[in-house]
Structure formats: structure tokens, C-alpha cells
């Protein structure tokens, strides 16, 4: 079957089957740039860089229905970089754990808790 180009929203949870070169795949589509993969589909991202990376950028995971997301793992582009205190808190208080690592290894790791049928999600900034 052919690839597919993503035109923002793919409902379902999906594992990611590559990332490079700043985009992804899964779903047989693609998407050059950043991604949300919930629970109730994958969808386009405009956080290019984790000092645009707020909770209102963060919005569909808190209308995720409640529990349906335990764990968020934040991919922040080629290297390691922190993520606001303020946000780590508001995840937190919505019961809802966060890691933050370069976007290669969270795409791994949510891979792996996808596949061990956890309540993850992943919020991975495309880096070239």
C-alpha cells in the first residue's frame, strides 16, 4: 500500500514506524514537523521548539478523557532539553507523569509502552 501524506489528524492511537529528517511515520502517512500522539488519534503540532512548549499547546491531551493518559513523553528535538516547570506541574496535578528526552529516544520509548498496551502519549518535536 502506498504512503499516504497526513493532512493533520489520524484518528486512533498509532505507533510511530520511523522518525528522520524532522518528520515521522505511522498510519501508512507521513508528516514533516512536529506531532501529538493520543489515545484518540495523532494529530499536527505546531511546537517547533521546547521554548514554544506551553499548556495550551498541550490542550487536546487534557480533553483526552480522564485516565485515558497516565504517562506524556515529550520528544524536544535532537538533544535532551527541560521542559517548564509550570507545565510539569500542571501535568501533574492532572495525574498525568512526563518525561522529556530527544525526540529519536521518545519515539522508542512510547513505542515500547504503546506496544505494552500503557496509557502513554507522546508530544515529539520534528528536528532535521
Known amino acids: 500500500m502506498a504512503e499516504r501524506k497526513y493532512e493533520g489528524f489520524l484518528p486512533g492511537q498509532h505507533a510511530i514506524e520511523a522518525y528522520g529528517s524532522g518528520g515521522f511515520r505511522f498510519g501508512e502517512m507521513s508528516h514533516r514537523g512536529s506531532i501529538l500522539a493520543l489515545p484518540s488519534g495523532v494529530r499536527i503540532w505546531t511546537v517547533d521548539d521546547v521554548s514554544r512548549l506551553a499548556e495550551d499547546s498541550l490542550e487536546p491531551l487534557f480533553e483526552e478523557p480522564a485516565g485515558a493518559v497516565q504517562f506524556l513523553l515529550i520528544g524536544t528535538g535532537a538533544v535532551m532539553r ?31 509502552m504503546l506496544g505494552e498496551r500503557r496509557p502513554v502519549a507522546a508530544a515529539l518535536i520534528g528536528a532535521p
Do not use: K
Request: aromatic share 4%.
Open 82 to 112: 527541560p521542559i517548564p516547570s509550570a507545565l510539569r506541574q500542571r501535568l501533574r496535578a492532572a495525574g498525568i507523569g512526563v518525561d522529556a528526552m530527544a525526540t529519536g529516544h521518545a519515539v522508542s520509548t512510547y513505542n515500547i
